[in-house]
C-alpha cells in the first residue's frame, strides 16, 4: 500500500504524525477494537473521514524514538528489549491488527522511558504497509545502534538475525540463554555448609586456649574461649584515674586512685573535708580550662588588618583561556554560573544525531555523544538529542525530567526544535545555560 507521513510540530501541543489512506483500504475490525481497547505497544491515534480517505493523526506525546537511546546496554535490558520489539507482532491478532499493517522502520520505532517498552506506529489498513525485507531491515539496524556486554548473547542475536529469521524461534532463544546464564550462576556459587575443620594456617586446637577438645565444633570452642575473655578483662585493675564532669561549671575534673584509698574520698572520711577537697579541684580544673580553651573558637579574635588577595599570574592566564573558548565547529558555548563545561561542539554530518545526557555510575560506561558529570543532577542521564538535516540543526527532549529550554521557554518532550545562532539553551534549571554558536 502507497502512504505518506506528514510530520507536524507544535510548541504547545507537541509533535504529531499524520497518514492518510483511502476508505477502501481501511481495517475496519481492527478500527474499531483498537479504539475501544488500545493496547499499549502501539502510538495513540485518532481518525476522521475526508474527500473519500481516512487520515490519521498519531501523537508522540512522551515516547522517544527508540534510535535516540543507540548504546551498550546489560543482557538483562537488551533481552528486556528484543521481547518488547517482538511481543506485539506475535499477540496483535487478540486485536483482530495485522503484523504487515505495523510501520517497520526504525525511524518510527519509539520507546517509552517510563515502563520500558516499544511502541509501534500502526496503520489499520487491509493490504499492510510494511513485509519481511522491512522486517529483516529494522532487525539489522538495532542490532547495530544497541548493543550489549554479552558478547556470546550478541552473537546469538547476530546469527538470528543473517539467518532466516522467525519471531518465534528468536524468543525461544533469548529464554534458553536466561535458563543457561542462571543454570551457570547456580553451579558457581559454591554450597555453603558447616565445617568443623579448622582453616589453614589456624592453631590445631582451633583457637588460641590449652583446654581446647579438638573433636569439640570450633564455633563452641570459640565461645567459650570469648566468654573465658571476658571474665579476664572484668578481673583487670581500675585505672589509675576516675574522671567526672561538675554539673554546674561543665569543667572535666579527674580523681586519683590514691586518694580514694588514702581516706580522702573513702566513705567513712569527713564529708566536710570530702566536700572540701572537691572544691578545690573543681577551681583548679576551672582556672586551667579558661587558662588553655579546648576549642579554637573560644579564643578570642584579634583586630587585625585584612592583607590583600593577590592574584597569581597562573590564574589570570587559566581564567582569560576559560572566556576565549572558540568552537571549531557548530556547537553550545557555555554561558552559566555553575563549573561545568566550557563547549559543547557537535561534529555531526547531515542525518547524523548527536545525545546529551548525565554520566550513570551504575552503568558505568559512556551512553551519549556528551556526558555531563554525575553531579549534575538537573540534566537527566538521556536528557536531549541534536540532530541535522537539509533545514539545519534541531534539538529534541527526550523527556527529560528537568525539561530542556530554548531562551527561557520550556520544549515540549519529543518535538524538534530548530536552533538559530546566538540561541540560549539550557539543559534543565540549575546552571547548565549555553549559547548554539555556528563558525
Keep these: 500500500m502507497i502512504y505518506e507521513i506528514q510530520s507536524k510540530n507544535d510548541f504547545i501541543t507537541g509533535s504529531y504524525l499524520v497518514i492518510k489512506i483511502p476508505e477502501s483500504d481501511v481495517d475496519i475490525n481492527a478500527l474499531y477494537t483498537i479504539q475501544s481497547d488500545r493496547p499499549n505497544f502501539i502510538l495513540p491515534f485518532h481518525y476522521k473521514h475526508i474527500n473519500n480517505k481516512v487520515e490519521f493523526t498519531y501523537k508522540i506525546g512522551i515516547y522517544n524514538k527508540l534510535q535516540y537511546f543507540a548504546g551498550e546496554v546489560s543482557p538483562e535490558e537488551y533481552i528486556r528489549m528484543w521481547q518488547n520489539i ?5 499477540d496483535c491478532g487478540d486485536w483482530f491488527m495485522n503484523p504487515c499493517s505495523f510501520l517497520l522502520n526504525i525511524d518510527h520505532l519509539y520507546f517509552n522511558k517510563a515502563d520500558k517498552t516499544i511502541v509501534y506506529l500502526y496503520v489499520p489498513s487491509l ?3 510494511s513485509g519481511y525485507e522491512a522486517f529483516n531491515a529494522m532487525t539489522a539496524e538495532i542490532s547495530k545502534l544497541i548493543t550489549v556486554s554479552d558478547a556470546v548473547l550478541e552473537n546469538k542475536v547476530l546469527k538470528s538475525i543473517l539467518e532466516n529469521f522467525n519471531p518465534v524461534e528468536f524468543i525461544k532463544m533469548l529464554n534458553d540463554h536466561i535458563s543457561e546464564n542462571e543454570c551457570r550462576q547456580q ?3 559454591p554450597v555453603i555448609e558447616h565445617d568443623t575443620t579448622p582453616p589453614v594456617g589456624f592453631n590445631a586446637k582451633c583457637g588460641s586456649g590449652d583446654n581446647m577438645n579438638p573433636n569439640e565444633p570450633a564455633v563452641n570452642q570459640l565461645i567459650k574461649e570469648k566468654s573465658v575473655n571476658d571474665k579476664v578483662i572484668q578481673s583487670l585493675p581500675e585505672q589509675d584515674k576516675d574522671i567526672f564532669i561538675d554539673i554546674k561549671s561543665g569543667v572535666k575534673v579527674e580523681e586519683n586512685k590514691q586518694d580514694k584509698e588514702s581516706g580522702r574520698y573513702r566513705m567513712f572520711s569527713s564529708r566536710s573535708k570530702r566536700k572540701k577537697a572537691k572544691e578545690e579541684k573543681i577551681v583548679k ?3 586551667e580550662h579558661e587558662k588553655k580553651p579546648e576549642n579554637k573558637s573560644d579564643i578570642p579574635l584579634k583586630s587585625e588588618p585584612v592583607e590583600p588577595v593577590v592574584v597569581k599570574q ?5 581564567i582569560t583561556h576559560t572566556m576565549s573558548v572558540i568552537l571549531r565547529g557548530p556547537g553550545l558555548k557555555y554561558i552559566g ?6 563547549a559543547i561542539e557537535i561534529p555531526i554530518a547531515e542525518g547524523e544525531m548527536f ?3 548525565r554520566f550513570d555510575a551504575g552503568v558505568g560506561k559512556k551512553q551519549s555523544s556528551f556526558e555531563f558529570d554525575k553531579k549534575t543532577k538537573a540534566v537527566s542521564r538521556r536528557h536531549a538529542v541534536i540532530e541535522r538535516d537539509l533545514s539545519g540543526y534541531k534539538i529534541i527532549d527526550l523527556s527529560s525530567s528537568a525539561g530542556t529550554f530554548i531562551n527561557d521557554k520550556k520544549l515540549p518532550p519529543n518535538t524538534p526544535y530548530g536552533l538559530e545562532r546566538g540561541c540560549r539553551v539550557s539543559f534543565g534549571n540549575s546552571g547548565a545555560d549555553y549559547v548554539w554558536e555556528v563558525s
Excluded at 517482538?86 to 506475535?90: Q, V
Excluded at 554560573?337 to 566550557?342: F, I
Aim: hydrophobic share 45%; glycine share 8%; proline share 7%.
Design 187 to 189: 553451579d558457581i556459587m
Design 337 to 342: 554560573r555553575a563549573h561545568l563545561p566550557q
Design 314 to 318: 597562573a590564574e589570570i592566564i587559566d
Design 86 to 90: 517482538l511481543k506485539p507482532l506475535l
Design 355 to 357: 545525545s546529551i545526557g
Design 127 to 129: 493490504r499492510g504497509c
Design 285 to 287: 580544673a576551672k582556672t
